[in-house]
Each structure stands twice: as C-alpha cells, then as structure tokens.
C-alpha cells in the first residue's frame, strides 16, 4: 500500500517537515533490526479525530523497548501527547499512526555501544483497509505457508520489534506468489500461529477460538478489544492451541489488528469457511467494532482518546532499571 505523504513527522522531540525526516545509512537498526514501533488507528466521529487504545498501544511500544533493553529517551506522556501533535497538525481526521523508537548511527557493531542513540519518530499519515475494502464484506482467500512463527526463546514475539517483522513478509509474499491475499504461519510445534501481520481467531459451533500468546504470537490489541466485545454480547472465547486442520472445519474465521481491523476469511488452503464468506458473528463484532467510531456503539472501555479535547492528565512515566539476569553473562 503506497504511503500518502503528510507535511509533517515529530521527531526527537519536535515536528519537521516530512522530507527532512531521514536517518544515517549506518544506522544501527537499519543493518540489525533493532527498532519497535506501533501502529495505531486514529478514526474519524463525530468529535473530531479519536485515538483507537492509545493508552494501551504506547504501554506496548515501552514493553517492547524493555525487552530488547533499549533506552527511552522520552516518557509516556511525551510520546501521547507526540501522536496527537502528529495527526492535528496534519490536519487528518483519521489516520494510521507509527510511533517507532530505534537504535541510530553511531557504531557498527552487533552490540550498541554508548555512543549509540535512541531516535523517536512518529508519522501520521491517511490509510485505507489493509486487505483491501472488498475483503471487509466478502472476506480474504489465506493461505497456510511453510514458513514458521520463531520457537520460543530464539525471537521474543511479545515484543513489537522491527526484525521480528522478516519472518511476516516471507510468510505474506509466499501466499501472495500463489494467488492468495494473506498468509497464515504455524508456530514451531506445528500448530495455529497467526497471520503474517494479525491475529487470527476461528469461530466453531458458536465459540471463538483463538491461539494463546504462547503459540508464539503478538499479543493483539485488536485481538484483546474482540475477546472483551465477544464477552460483552455473551459469546463464549476460548485460547486454545490448535491444529492447522482446525482451519478447515471453521464455520467463520477472522482476522485482527490495527491494520486488519476485523477482516473476514473466506477460505485457508482452497476450502472455504461453512458460511461461505463473512459470517453472522464475525458481522456482529464489525458492526460492534465501527459502531464506536459513529458513536452507535458506547464507549463502555473508554478505548477512543478524542484528540481534540482536553487531554487526560499526565500519568508519570515509571523508569526502569536494569536488573542483574543470569541471560547478561551468556
């Protein structure tokens, strides 16, 4: 999908023009991957521009930064009220957001040395349906790939890092080169993982199923937002493992994520899903999911941040120290 360009990206602290936001060719996370970053929806109501989880998806982005240990050099605070600045001052009333915070230039080696500095972007720019607008009403055709989700212990996947992101475009232009919209990968054990780049959630009999953070996936936000509406409307949510021929006797599938939203399957593998595209339930959580955006839907989880209005009150950002681990001596 091409990028539309906005005027302007915050950076560091300040916002500049979008042609001046450019990083050294040695960068560090550029040769290793050692960046996170987040992607956030800003939707278009009836208030203005709202921040879909914010809150929650810049918690992520600090999780991420401490598992791969690297430095924050601004707080929470900073880098919400950095994601407003970026979409109003772009004068977009919806947006897709990418706050992302990596290792920049300063040493070639595979371990940053001090002289290596964080740098902090945030982007804000206009962005359609991922999978396209067809695929939110008729659903996708996926394919299971032979690529497999990283085992646990080798890539941390709780963690939303840049690197962690090959293993997505392999999995997703090895279905594309065959015909399909979207790939599925299973973890290293064989079973249900995820999509290239969303979770995945199988409904059976009534009952949503979807594969547990072990199974070596991100642990969605949209994915989390599906589980508490399914729970709000009395629909039964299990996390199960679950075999890759589960996939095949779905009477609806789905897809989640920030850029996904709730996409339907329409068939894995060349067998189509027993409703034969977007089924009633998968339906249901669309019409629940949007419906927040219109305001058909309340906002019972206090999930939209309305950039617009007064900004809630500046939670302190707790730092945190590097503690001695048995793993640093390895």
Not at 122 to 144: C, F, I, N, P
Request: glycine letters at 10%; hydrophobic letters at 40%.
């Amino acid at each position: 999908m091409p990028i539309n360009a906005s005027k302007y990206i915050w950076k560091n602290g300040q916002l500049i023009d979008w042609e001046k936001a450019t990083v050294h060719v040695l960068s560090h996370a550029l040769h290793y991957g050692s960046s996170v970053f987040e992607g956030i929806r800003v939707y278009a109501t009836p208030d203005g521009p709202a921040g879909f989880r914010l809150d929650d998806h810049i918690d992520r982005l600090f999780d991420s930064a401490r598992i791969h240990r690297i430095p924050m050099p601004f707080d929470r605070a900073t880098l919400l009220a950095a994601c407003r600045e970026a979409v109003l001052a772009n004068g977009l009333e919806s947006a897709y957001l990418r706050p992302i915070v990596f290792r920049g230039y300063g040493g070639l080696g595979l371990v940053p040395g001090p002289d290596v500095e964080t740098d902090v972007v945030v982007a804000a720019v206009a962005w359609g349906k991922y999978l396209g607008e067809e695929a939110m009403e008729r659903g996708v055709d996926v394919a299971v790939t032979s690529w497999n989700r990283p085992a646990p212990n080798t890539i941390p996947t709780l963690a939303k890092a840049g690197g962690n992101y090959i293993s997505g475009t392999l999995i997703s232009s090895e279905a594309k080169r065959h015909g399909y919209g979207e790939g599925i990968a299973l973890s290293a054990d064989g079973l249900v993982s995820e999509g290239a780049g969303e979770n995945l959630f199988v409904i059976r009999k009534g009952v949503l199923l979807t594969p547990p953070v072990a199974s070596s996936i991100l642990s969605g936000i949209t994915r989390d937002s599906v589980v508490r509406m399914a729970h709000d409307v009395g629909l039964e949510v299990r996390e199960q493992a679950m075999p890759r021929e589960m996939l095949y006797l779905a009477d609806e599938m789905f897809f989640t994520g920030t850029a996904a939203e709730i996409t339907p399957i329409r068939s894995v593998d060349g067998i189509s899903v027993r409703c034969g595209g977007r089924g009633p339930i998968t339906a249901a959580l669309q019409e629940r999911f949007f419906g927040l955006f219109d305001h058909s839907t309340p906002d019972s989880h206090g999930w939209l941040d309305h950039f617009r209005s007064q900004p809630a009150e500046q939670t302190q950002t707790q730092s945190f120290e590097e503690m001695p681990h048995v793993a640093n001596a390895v």
